[in-house]
């Protein structure tokens, strides 16, 4: 039954997705390679969490970007953005800066088509983590991405999220 809710809320961010705001209007879908991979969850134990967690971060989308906001009336910047996603939709309590999330003891995972939704994924900007989304599945993540901007879903194998993107962490594990 997990499976299915997962998978059901999966076909559900492919058909209401909006992409980057570069895309011409009506051009919503995702244009991930990575869009045609099965849903994957972390663990059958945990699927019911990653369903969580992906609901309340495709609902956050369109909320505004502030530097070191936390909530959806104040604002996210990227980190704020994954903590509050998971404390309210799985109660736990992550770090504060995308760098602390990196250092986090959890499972590494290297490679794009190996991500599960709920799993973290981390960006090396100028040599050094300093970004983070959570990894909702058909090669989407949802992430705070700048000043001026909204929360919003993106390809992470995009020209500029895929030449950035460093690894995932699988804290539902």
């Known amino acids: 039954m997990r499976h299915a809710l997962l998978f059901a809320a999966v076909l559900l961010l492919a058909a209401c997705a909006s992409g980057p705001q570069r ?13 045609g991979l099965p849903p994957r969850a ?26 070191g906001g936390n909530t959806p009336a104040g604002g996210f910047d990227c980190s704020g953005l994954v ?15 995308s760098h602390e999330m990196a250092a986090m003891d959890a499972r590494k995972v290297r490679k794009m088509t190996q991500l599960a939704s709920g799993d973290l994924v981390f960006f090396d ?19 705070a991405p700048n000043s001026g901007g909204t929360v919003r879903l993106d390809d992470i194998d ?10 995932g962490k699988r ?3």
Do not use: C, M
């Open 83 to 97: 903590d509050y996603i998971y404390r309210t939709a799985a109660n736990i309590q992550l770090p504060r800066t």
């Open 125 to 143: 900007i100028g040599g050094a983590i300093s970004h983070v989304g959570v990894y909702v599945g058909k090669g989407r993540f949802v992430h």
């Open 23 to 35: 895309r011409p209007p009506g051009s919503g879908t995702s244009h991930s390679a990575l869009a």
């Open 42 to 67: 972390p663990s059958a134990a945990s699927a019911g969490e990653a369903n969580d967690i992906l609901f309340r971060a495709i609902g956050l989308v369109g909320t505004p970007y502030r530097w």
């Open 158 to 167: 995009g020209p500029y999220w895929g030449g950035h993107f460093a690894y």
């Open 171 to 173: 804290v539902l594990d």
